[in-house]
C-alpha cells in the first residue's frame, strides 16, 4: 500500500481560527462592523482532493466497467498465448494485491472520514480484518485462469509480516492459489523484479496485472512524471497484452513523481507540486 496524503491540518475555516478572528475583531469593534473581513480563500486540503478520487472508485459504473474490462482483456491475451504456447513450461499469470484484486476504498474512505493520512498502524490493522472485496471481474478470471493449468502469483509489497492476514483475504474471497507458495510479499526493497525472476525461473509468465507501473517493470520507475510517461510510450504495445492495467487515481508511484518522490513534504508543498504538474489552457481570449 502507498502513502496517503495527509489531511488538512488548522484551516481558516476551523472553530480554533474562527475564535481568533472574534478575538480580533472585538479588539476593533468599530471596524468590523463597519467592514466585515472578507471570507479567507479556501486553502487546499490533501484529505478533500482524495475525496473525489474516492467518490469515483466506489460509486461509478465506469471504474467497475474498467475493472470487468481489465481482467475480460486479460482473458483474450490469456487464451491468445496459451494457444500459441509450445507448452514446455508451466504457464503463470503475476498479479499484484492492492487495487488489482483486492479494493481497499474503505481503508480510503475511512482516512478522509477520521482527516488522517497513510500510516502503517492503521494499515495494518485494516489488513489484519482481511475484509476487503475482490475487484470487479478478479475472481472470474482468476479461476478461469487456473481452470486452464494457470498458477496465479501474488506479488504484493503489502508486507512479509502481513502473510497470514492477506492470505486469509485472498482465501475468503476465494482466489485460487491462495497460499504461501504462490505469495510474494516485500521484505526489502519495494522493487519486484527479483520476485518476477523468481517465478519466471520456475515458469512461463504469460502476464502481469497490476495498478501501478512497477507492477510490470522496474524500466518505468523514472524520476519525473514525464519521463514515466515517456516510458509508457515507448512500450505502447505492451499494454492489453502482456501488461494489464487496472485504473488508481487515489494513489500510486505518479504520485511520487510529482513530489519528486519526496513525501516528506508538507501539505502546501504537495498541493503546490500538483497544480504545478496541472497543464492549463491558456482561457478565453475575451473576459
Ligand atoms: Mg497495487
Same mark, same amino acid.
Given at each position: 500500500?502507498?502513502?496517503?496524503?495527509?489531511?488538512?491540518? &488548522?484551516?481558516?475555516?476551523?472553530?480554533?481560527?474562527?475564535?481568533?478572528?472574534?478575538?480580533?475583531?472585538?479588539?476593533?469593534?468599530?471596524?468590523?462592523? $463597519?467592514?466585515?473581513? +472578507?471570507?479567507?480563500?479556501?486553502?487546499?486540503?490533501?484529505?478533500?482532493?482524495?475525496?473525489? #478520487?474516492? #467518490?469515483?472508485?466506489?460509486?461509478?459504473?465506469? =471504474?467497475?466497467?474498467?475493472?470487468?474490462?481489465?481482467?475480460?482483456?486479460?482473458?483474450?491475451?490469456?487464451?491468445?498465448?496459451?494457444?500459441?504456447?509450445?507448452?514446455?513450461?508451466?504457464?503463470?499469470?503475476?498479479?499484484?494485491?492492492? %487495487?488489482?484484486?483486492?479494493?481497499?476504498?474503505?481503508?480510503?474512505?475511512?482516512?478522509?472520514?477520521?482527516?488522517?493520512?497513510? +500510516?502503517?498502524?492503521?494499515?495494518? $490493522?485494516?489488513?489484519?480484518?482481511?475484509?476487503?472485496?475482490?475487484?470487479?471481474?478478479?475472481?472470474?478470471?482468476?479461476? =478461469?485462469?487456473?481452470?486452464?493449468?494457470?498458477?496465479?502469483?501474488? &506479488?504484493?509489497?503489502?508486507?512479509?509480516?502481513?502473510?497470514?492476514?492477506?492470505?486469509?483475504?485472498?482465501?475468503?474471497?476465494?482466489?485460487?492459489?491462495?497460499?504461501?507458495?504462490?505469495?510474494?510479499?516485500?521484505?526489502?526493497?519495494?522493487?519486484? /523484479? +527479483?520476485?518476477?525472476?523468481?517465478?519466471?525461473?520456475?515458469?512461463?509468465?504469460?502476464?502481469?496485472?497490476?495498478?501501478?507501473?512497477?507492477?510490470?517493470?522496474?524500466?518505468?520507475?523514472? %524520476?519525473?512524471?514525464?519521463?514515466?510517461?515517456?516510458?509508457?510510450?515507448?512500450?505502447?504495445?505492451?499494454?492489453?497484452?502482456?501488461?494489464?492495467?487496472?485504473?488508481?487515481?487515489?494513489?500510486?508511484?505518479?504520485?511520487?513523481?510529482?513530489?519528486?518522490?519526496?513525501?516528506?513534504?508538507?501539505?502546501?508543498?504537495?498541493?503546490?507540486?500538483?497544480?504545478?504538474?496541472?497543464?492549463?489552457?491558456?482561457?478565453? /481570449?475575451?473576459?
Amino acid at each position: 500500500m502507498p502513502r496517503f496524503s495527509p489531511p488538512s491540518s &488548522v484551516f481558516v475555516s476551523s472553530p480554533w481560527c474562527r475564535s481568533l478572528v472574534g478575538l480580533v475583531c472585538a479588539g476593533a469593534l468599530t471596524a468590523c462592523a $463597519q467592514q466585515p473581513a +472578507e471570507p479567507a480563500a479556501p486553502q487546499p486540503s490533501l484529505s478533500d482532493e482524495l475525496v473525489m #478520487a474516492t #467518490a469515483w472508485m466506489q460509486t461509478s459504473g465506469e =471504474y467497475a466497467a474498467l475493472s470487468h474490462q481489465a481482467f475480460n482483456l486479460a482473458r483474450l491475451s490469456l487464451d491468445r498465448a496459451l494457444a500459441a504456447d509450445s507448452g514446455e513450461r508451466q504457464p503463470a499469470i503475476i498479479v499484484d494485491v492492492d %487495487e488489482t484484486v483486492l479494493d481497499n476504498s474503505p481503508y480510503q474512505a475511512w482516512l478522509i472520514a477520521s482527516g488522517r493520512h497513510y +500510516e502503517s498502524d492503521t494499515w495494518n $490493522q485494516w489488513v489484519e480484518q482481511a475484509s476487503a472485496q475482490p475487484m470487479p471481474g478478479a475472481r472470474d478470471f482468476l479461476d =478461469y485462469a487456473a481452470s486452464r493449468g494457470v498458477e496465479i502469483f501474488y &506479488v504484493t509489497n503489502r508486507r512479509d509480516g502481513e502473510t497470514d492476514a492477506t492470505l486469509a483475504n485472498l482465501q475468503r474471497v476465494g482466489f485460487p492459489d491462495a497460499d504461501v507458495e504462490h505469495f510474494l510479499p516485500r521484505t526489502d526493497a519495494s522493487d519486484k /523484479t +527479483e520476485r518476477r525472476q523468481r517465478v519466471a525461473a520456475s515458469n512461463w509468465v504469460v502476464l502481469l496485472m497490476g495498478d501501478n507501473l512497477g507492477d510490470f517493470s522496474a524500466g518505468f520507475d523514472r %524520476e519525473t512524471a514525464q519521463a514515466r510517461r515517456a516510458a509508457v510510450d515507448a512500450q505502447a504495445n505492451a499494454f492489453g497484452a502482456r501488461y494489464i492495467v487496472l485504473p488508481n487515481p487515489a494513489y500510486g508511484a505518479w504520485e511520487g513523481a510529482i513530489y519528486g518522490n519526496d513525501f516528506s513534504l508538507d501539505d502546501a508543498e504537495k498541493a503546490r507540486a500538483r497544480r504545478d504538474h496541472l497543464d492549463a489552457w491558456s482561457g478565453p /481570449t475575451t473576459p
